[in-house]
């Protein structure tokens, strides 16, 4: 049977921003402890004291908070280049067996002009491609027949070059993305290839999370 400690544990962990928060003493524990304890009382069947809720959180190691900022605050220090992209389109078609061969036109359209930029990335269903805006006009025609489900213009992308030691960090895109959520920054679309992340956001949200991403590499 589960003890009071583990269910407050466990409970804190599902939420990694009050873990952070607890940690950086942010949070008023007794308040807290009032909100968890339906949960905890649920989860061992019984009813338990605010109080036993309290001392249970007071006892949370950070331990893995700790480790986990250590080795992240690390690997900022050795992001690299980071690079900005405006006039950026995005678009989301259904997945048919001719969107492939569709795809390769846009893909040899884009080898024309090093100005172009032009991601790919399929899942199971959909396709989502980014561009840059001057190859709107061929996305429009390459795919006229196939099933456009979502389109958004005026976008811009930063491109942050990780560390190749990232594969090897837990929590590396926790780290990055968490900065933004704080800022309230809603990201239209994330690409990530091994060493390097890209983040889409509106032009107007641009200048805002490029400085959050250079006091995170800096600080």
Known sequence: MKTI????ESTIRKTPFIEEALNEKLINVSS????ILPDVSAALKKEVKVGAVMMAINRLSPA???????????????LGDVIVRSDLCDFT??????????IAKILTKSAD???YFLTVSQGIFETNIVTSKNLQPFVKEIFEHETLTHSMLELASI?????????EQSGVYYFILKQ????????QEIISTTNEMTIVVKEEDINQTFSILMDMKLS
């Open 5 to 8: 400690q583990e269910v407050v």
């Open 113 to 115: 002009n090093s100005d």
């Open 32 to 35: 807290l402890a009032r909100i």
């Open 159 to 167: 491109t942050i070059k990780l560390p190749k030691d990232n594969l």
């Open 180 to 187: 933004l959520a704080w800022a309230d920054i809603p990201l």
């Open 64 to 78: 893995s908070e700790l480790r986990i900022r250590k080795n992240i605050k690390k690997l900022a220090l050795d």
């Open 93 to 102: 078609f259904n997945n048919t067996p001719s969107l492939l061969r569709e």
